[in-house]
T-cell receptor
Framework: GAVVSQHPSRVICKSGTSVKIECRSL??????MFWYRQFPKQSLMLMAT?????????EQGVEKDKFLINHASLTLSTLTVTSAHPEDSSFYIC?????????????FGPGTRLLVL | GESVGLHLPTLSVQEGDNSIINCAYS??????FIWYKQESGKGPQFIID?????DKRQGQRVTVLLNKTVKHLSLQIAATQPGDSAVYFC???????????????FGKGTLLTVNP
């Protein structure tokens, strides 16, 4: 149980285009999901906290108009990288916290590799 | 400031040896710590966790030690196997500033290489 999926697993796009990444909790409901970014040989950095039915909370330095987050249901959160540029190339990882259980638990997705040309 | 860091960026061991990966944290108010394993191109995988009211916790081949006095966390892997080769992160769970969201802060990571 407690499986989180991401789609796509990898994407290549041209500079200036937008890319949408999906994060799904497959066998549980998640009121809260998190989006992380990881550059090569670096740690995971939290970008934003996504709450179902409300606006996401962004970490300092993360542009909310560039990284659009939508958490429209208890099993799906999406991250849209708008007007992507090469510096946005990174590994994007989501996690999901099950609703109604020990609130420190997070289950991670497999990540999405984004390459912007 | 609040941070979670690691002493050793890389660790190379022989198969069958025990491995010890260390982590220092600076926020004495942190009360929950987690170790994750991340293989290349994959998301983090939960290994073991520990709360601040404990100083040791054991799992299958893994042990986490917490020393609150010096704010130090370690992960011990017994009889290390080639499949244990990965990057290991410690993470600190702290209460979010804006409300009830707990947020994970990850350390820098240690690359563990197991030589056959």
């Amino acid at each position: 149980g407690a499986v989180v999926s991401q789609h796509p697993s990898r994407v290549i796009c041209k500079s200036g285009t937008s890319v949408k990444i999906e994060c799904r909790s497959l066998d549980f409901q998640a009121t809260t999901m998190f989006w992380y970014r990881q550059f090569p040989k670096q740690s995971l950095m939290l970008m934003a906290t996504s709450n179902e039915g409300s606006k996401a909370t962004y970490e300092q330095g993360v542009e909310k108009d560039k990284f659009l987050i939508n958490h429209a249901s208890l099993t799906l959160s999406t991250l849209t990288v708008t007007s992507a540029h090469p510096e946005d190339s990174s590994f994007y990882i989501c996690s999901a916290r099950p609703s109604g259980v020990f609130k420190e638990t997070q289950y991670f997705g497999p990540g999405t590799r984004l390459l912007v040309l | 400031g609040e941070s979670v860091g690691l002493h050793l960026p890389t660790l190379s061991v022989q198969e069958g040896d025990n491995s010890i990966i260390n982590c220092a944290y600076s926020n004495s108010a942190s009360d929950y710590f987690i170790w994750y394993k991340q293989e290349s191109g994959k998301g983090p995988q939960f290994i073991i966790d520990i709360r601040s009211n404990m100083d040791k916790r054991q799992g299958q081949r893994v042990t986490v030690l917490l020393n609150k006095t010096v704010k130090h966390l370690s992960l011990q892997i017994a009889a290390t196997q080639p499949g244990d080769s990965a990057v290991y992160f410690c993470a600190e769970n702290k209460f979010g500033e804006r409300g009830s969201n707990y947020k994970l802060t990850f350390g820098k990571g240690t690359l563990l290489t197991v030589n056959p």
